[in-house]
């Protein structure tokens, strides 16, 4: 199937009414097959529901002619193979469920009525139309400056997508076809760039006022690095830049006007205006992004070693507060294997994102070079990784320009992994293709 355009891959859950019918298939359903088999007039139809909220396809089709029915083959068809993945011998069953969907990814499907023919036993296949499609199938990408190396990614309120870098001191602003729309000078120097759970560079995200603000760490040879916190007004005007009185700043996140800035050592929290209002002290976790989900304090966390939990691998933690001394939902799990690189397992994620609904979250995961998806705390399908000799579709991992430390050390080159996801208000996924340059964008 050819979608008419890019975003029409969005109706993940109308009927696809893709059908391919070979001329011998529509022939054979026209004839009739000896006593007691029935004449159709065509193919038995089948409709399609794909929904990404819960990773399935539902398949409805038409109930055929009683007489010497025997059963419905249900058929996914993959590599142009026929595989029966279910039998209903009811007639009157004629709805089947598809769980646990990949995204990106065509499915094919056709059911089969099979009917007696004849008093000798055989049978007859009476195969329906063919119907495809997916959930978050692939909708477009475009290419981002050279050198850019995106990494982290902001909506805002009405509806541009603003993007960040490690590589450069720049906001890039596209709409959501990909189509730019200028960038916004923060940093006229180098940015001084950190490795602790992932790369950590600029960050940035929108108050309720519809001002954005970044932090980042501005490097000068043989210094420390020099944190700075910069905040535009909507139309792109910068309004000022103060200087941070801490180690190195990693992560913002903003609740309306609540500011969240955390670095090495601590948490602070500011108003809109830059003005101190509480700080807390960070545990003895790496934290690779924070954010705010339905009004909760959430971060992408790595124990170092075994944490108070007991966590073997990274997490995203839903908190009770800023303070983190409380914790409403954990999304991930531990390996059952040394090789495992399963479903829900998290090796080095380095962003993640809600949905408008709130009801599922995105991660990317790129130590396993993938978006893993939950929902209600539990695993619910994922995109990207690698098959066999196939390489992945997404650049998580390459190398840049990295401190050794803190302490005026210079840059050195190291590979690393990087990655940024955003939503849009409706439901499309934005993925920071960091080492390949680009933006990705897939369907709700």
């Not at 890039?172 to 180098?190: I, M, P, V």
């Not at 490795?195 to 950590?200: F, P, R």
């Not at 760490?217 to 210094?223: I, S």
């Not at 971060?299 to 170092?304: G, M, Q, R, S, T």
Request: charged letters at 20%; one cysteine or more.
């Amino acid at each position: 199937m050819t979608p008419n355009s890019n975003d029409d891959w969005s109706m993940t859950r109308a009927v696809f009414p893709f059908c391919i019918t070979l001329a011998g298939i529509l022939l054979s359903a026209c004839l009739p097959f000896g006593a007691g088999a029935p004449r159709l007039d065509g193919p038995p139809s089948l409709r399609v529901d794909f929904d990404s909220a819960t990773a399935s396809a539902h398949l409805t089709w038409q109930r055929p002619p009683a007489t010497g029915f025997l059963r419905y083959e249900v058929e996914r068809i993959q590599n142009d193979e026929y595989r029966v993945v279910a039998r209903l011998v009811d007639s009157s069953d004629t709805t089947w469920t598809d769980d646990g969907l990949v995204g990106d990814r065509a499915y094919r499907y056709r059911v089969s009525c099979v009917f007696a023919a004849g008093n000798e036993g055989k049978e007859q296949r009476f195969p329906s139309t063919v119907v495809e499609g997916g959930i978050h199938r692939f909708v477009s990408q475009w290419q981002v400056s050279a050198g850019l190396l995106p990494t982290r990614m902001v909506f805002s309120a009405d509806g541009v997508l603003h993007v960040l870098g490690v590589g450069a001191g720049w906001v890039e602003r596209y709409d959501r076809g990909g189509n730019a729309l200028g960038r916004w000078q923060f940093n006229d120097k180098d940015n001084a760039c950190l490795e602790t759970a992932t790369v950590d560079g600029p960050s940035a995200a929108f108050d309720g006022d519809g001002n954005l603000h970044v932090v980042y760490n501005v490097y000068h040879e043989g210094e420390p690095p020099q944190p700075q916190w910069t905040k535009f007004d909507a139309e792109g005007h910068r309004q000022w830049t103060l200087p941070l009185k801490t180690v190195f700043v990693r992560h913002i996140a903003i609740d309306d006007r609540r500011v969240f800035i955390e670095s090495i050592s601590h948490l602070q929290q500011f108003d809109t205006e830059g003005e101190l209002t509480e700080q807390y002290p960070v545990p003895p976790l790496m934290v690779s992004s924070v954010g705010f989900w339905n009004g909760a304090f959430a971060a992408l966390v790595e124990p170092l070693g075994y944490d108070t939990a007991g966590w073997q691998a990274p997490r995203l933690v839903v908190y009770g507060s800023a303070a983190r001394d409380g914790v409403d939902r954990v999304f991930g799990r531990d390996p059952l294997s040394s090789n495992d690189r399963g479903a829900g397992l998290l090796k080095r994620p380095t962003d993640f994102a809600a949905d408008p609904t709130g009801d599922r979250v995105y991660v990317v995961n790129a130590g396993h070079d993938r978006i893993e998806v939950f929902r209600e705390g539990r695993y619910l399908t994922r995109w990207g990784g690698t098959a066999g000799a196939a390489a992945s579709a997404f650049g998580f991992r390459g190398t840049t320009s990295v401190l050794a430390d803190v302490s005026g050390s210079r840059p050195q080159d190291k590979e690393v992994v990087a990655g940024g996801i955003a939503c849009d208000h409706d439901g499309f996924v934005y993925v920071a293709d960091t080492f390949n340059g680009r933006i990705q964008k897939y369907a709700p």
